[in-house]
T-cell receptor
Framework: NAGVTQTPKFQVLKTGQSMTLQCAQDMNHEYMSWYRQDPGMGLRLIHYSVGAGITDQGEVPNGYNVSRSTTEDFPLRLLSAAPSQTSVYFC????????????FGEGSRLTVL | RKEVEQDPGPFNVPEGATVAFNCTYSNSASQSFFWYRQDCRKEPKLLMSVYSSGNEDGRFTAQLNRASQYISLLIRDSKLSDSATYLCVVNPQGAGNKLTFGGGTRVLVKP
C-alpha cells in the first residue's frame, strides 16, 4: 500500500535556488496539506487543499507555492530557497471528515546553504 | 499563547511504570482532539482520537477536560517501544479540516 509518497527524501540547495517537493496519495483523499517541522516548533501548516483546483494558505505560507491539478498530487514549490527554509517537510492527506485520520508521507529533509 | 501547548519533556519512565502528560488548547470551541505518535526521524502516525467521555486503547487512555481545556494521555505498563514523541492535535471550530499540532512530549522508557 503506497499511501502518501513524497520525493525527494533528502535535498541540499543553495540560497536562491528553486525546487519542487512532490507529494502523491492513492487513497482518493480530498484534503491534502504540507507541514514543516522544526526543532521546538512542532508541525506548522504551510498550505492545504480541500480538493482539486482549491488551495489555501496555512500558518507559514511565505516563500512557498502549491497547486492541486489532480486529486492525487499536491506539489510544494520553493521559489527562491532561503536558509530559513531548512526543515523537514511532511505532506499529509485525509478524507473530508473532520474526525478522519491524517496520513503522512515519510518526510523530505531539506537543507538550504 | 500558543494554540496547543505541551510539556516537551523528556519524561524518563522506568519500564513497566505509568506515565501521564497533558496538552492544553486555547480555543474553547475546538471540536476534535487526537494523539499522534512520532518516532525519531519518522512521520507522525495516529495513536488515538480523544472522545468527550474518555477512551482507552489497550495500555493507552486518553481524556478530555473541556472545562480546563486540556487533553491527557496515560500510558500504563510502559514498554521500551513506547519511547517516542507524542503529539497533541486539535481541530479548532471553524477550521474545517485544518489541524493544529502541539510541539510534542518526548517519552523515554528505560529498562
Amino acid at each position: 500500500n503506497a499511501g502518501v509518497t513524497q520525493t525527494p527524501k533528502f535535498q541540499v540547495l543553495k540560497t536562491g535556488q528553486s525546487m519542487t517537493l512532490q507529494c502523491a496519495q492513492d487513497m482518493n483523499h480530498e484534503y491534502m496539506s504540507w507541514y514543516r517541522q522544526d526543532p521546538g516548533m512542532g508541525l506548522r501548516l504551510i498550505h492545504y487543499s480541500v480538493g482539486a483546483g482549491i488551495t489555501d494558505q496555512g500558518e507559514v505560507p511565505n516563500g512557498y507555492n502549491v497547486s492541486r491539478s489532480t486529486t492525487e498530487d499536491f506539489p510544494l514549490r520553493l521559489l527562491s530557497a532561503a536558509p530559513s527554509q531548512t526543515s523537514v517537510y511532511f505532506c499529509a492527506s485525509k478524507t473530508g471528515l473532520q474526525t478522519g485520520e491524517l496520513f503522512f508521507g515519510e518526510g523530505s529533509r531539506l537543507t538550504v546553504l | 499563547r500558543k494554540e496547543v501547548e505541551q510539556d516537551p519533556g523528556p519524561f524518563n519512565v522506568p519500564e513497566g511504570a505509568t506515565v501521564a502528560f497533558n496538552c492544553t488548547y486555547s480555543n474553547s470551541a475546538s471540536q476534535s482532539f487526537f494523539w499522534y505518535r512520532q518516532d525519531c526521524r519518522k512521520e507522525p502516525k495516529l495513536l488515538m482520537s480523544v472522545y468527550s467521555s474518555g477512551n482507552e486503547d489497550g495500555r493507552f487512555t486518553a481524556q478530555l477536560n473541556r472545562a480546563s481545556q486540556y487533553i491527557s494521555l496515560l500510558i500504563r505498563d510502559s514498554k521500551l517501544s513506547d519511547s517516542a514523541t507524542y503529539l497533541c492535535v486539535v481541530n479548532p471550530q471553524g477550521a474545517g479540516n485544518k489541524l493544529t499540532f502541539g510541539g510534542g512530549t518526548r517519552v523515554l522508557v528505560k529498562p
